[in-house]
Structure formats: structure tokens, C-alpha cells
Nanobody, 125 residues
Framework: QVHLVESGGGSVQAGGSLRLSCVVS????????MAWFRQAPGKEREGVAG???????SYADSVKGRFTGSKDNPKNTLSLQMNSLKPEDTAMYYC???????????????????WGQGTQVTVSS
């Protein structure tokens, strides 16, 4: 059985930082495209960062220069370092996985078949 478990969310003031983690079991992340998504109330789920099997990360324009995605293959763990947080970053954050060495189309949630339950990030002004 595949499990993705996110942690590290919380409440911070604008300009602060958080580091999200996603511990994965049941699949080997080194052979999967991994991604972080977020969903704010009343909005569609949007891709934040996609990380391919080589560890190369791509980002949504809204988070470029502020967020850094990484993976630790031996620990089978995905991370998202979020700096300079803004109120508009407030959302539930999810990690996701799909079997593919590449991350083409990572921005599309429909391309992923494994999901975590999410961790809430709240940024106050």
C-alpha cells in the first residue's frame, strides 16, 4: 500500500519560513515524478513544484525564488522549503507522486495517482 504523509505546516507571519516534509512508503520516489500542490478554499488545486527522478525541480511562477523543493532518495522523503511567505500562500499543501522518471505536465493534478492528506499552511499579514 502506498502512503504519503505530509508534515511541517503551521501558522506564520508574512515574511516567515516553513519547511514541509512528505514521508513516502510503498513506492520508491527515485523512480517517480514527485510534486507539491496547494489548494486554497474556493480555488482549484495548483502545482507548486515538480521534482523529477534526477532531483531537478520546476516551480510555479508564483513561488519561484522563494520555494525550494528537494528529495532525499535514501530516506524516501520529499521536502519543500518555503521562505518569504505571503498571505496568498495560505492553503492546504499536498505531496503527490506518479510513476515516471520525468515530470512533464507536473502542474496538472490529474497526472498524479498518489496523494497525501495534506498539511495546512496559514500566513498572516
Amino acid at each position: 500500500q502506498v502512503h504519503l504523509v505530509e508534515s511541517g505546516g503551521g501558522s506564520v507571519q508574512a515574511g516567515g519560513s516553513l519547511r514541509l516534509s512528505c514521508v513516502v512508503s510503498g513506492i520508491t520516489i527515485s523512480t517517480h515524478c514527485m510534486a507539491w500542490f496547494r489548494q486554497a478554499p474556493g480555488k482549484e488545486r495548483e502545482g507548486v513544484a515538480g521534482i523529477d527522478s534526477d532531483g531537478f525541480a520546476s516551480y510555479a511562477d508564483s513561488v519561484k525564488g522563494r520555494f525550494t523543493g528537494s528529495k532525499d532518495n535514501p530516506k524516501n522523503t520529499l521536502s519543500l522549503q518555503m521562505n518569504s511567505l505571503k498571505p496568498e500562500d495560505t492553503a492546504m499543501y499536498y505531496c503527490a507522486a506518479v510513476w515516471s522518471p520525468f515530470c512533464r505536465g507536473w502542474e496538472d493534478a490529474g497526472n498524479f495517482n498518489y496523494w497525501g492528506q495534506g498539511t495546512q499552511v496559514t500566513v498572516s499579514s
